[in-house]
């Protein structure tokens, strides 16, 4: 890859993150409010957000089929929106 094809995928990258924290920290914006869809590509695996004061937990499944119970949802607990992102999730 030449050094300017870099500049330009660092630049599309660090646009999408930005993007997708702004859609992350504001549940108004949710279009399945109160899930926001996540993916994870490389492992092709679901989860969602769910608007809640626990804001940085990935539940792990289906939005389309949320459990019952999300006290007791597999899921993962981050410190930011930018490690749910460094963790490989993205918007869907």
Same mark, same amino acid.
């Given at each position: 890859?030449? @050094?300017?094809?870099?500049?330009?995928?660092? &630049?599309? =990258?660090?646009?999408? %993150?930005?993007?997708?924290?702004?859609?992350?920290? +504001?549940?108004?914006?949710? @279009?399945?409010?109160?899930?926001?869809?996540? &993916?994870? =590509?490389?492992?092709? %695996?679901?989860?969602?957000?769910?608007?809640?004061? +626990?804001?940085?937990?990935?539940?792990?499944?289906?939005?389309?089929?949320?459990?019952?119970?999300?006290?007791?949802?597999?899921?993962?607990?981050?410190?930011?929106?930018?490690?749910?992102?460094?963790?490989?999730?993205?918007?869907?």
């Amino acid at each position: 890859m030449k @050094p300017w094809q870099k500049c330009i995928a660092e &630049k599309l =990258r660090e646009e999408k %993150e930005r993007l997708s924290i702004d859609l992350m920290i +504001d549940p108004d914006k949710w @279009p399945m409010w109160p899930f926001l869809p996540l &993916k994870r =590509r490389q492992d092709n %695996e679901t989860g969602f957000l769910y608007s809640s004061g +626990d804001t940085f937990t990935v539940y792990h499944g289906n939005v389309f089929n949320p459990p019952k119970n999300l006290d007791l949802a597999t899921k993962d607990v981050y410190g930011s929106f930018k490690e749910i992102l460094a963790a490989g999730w993205e918007v869907d």
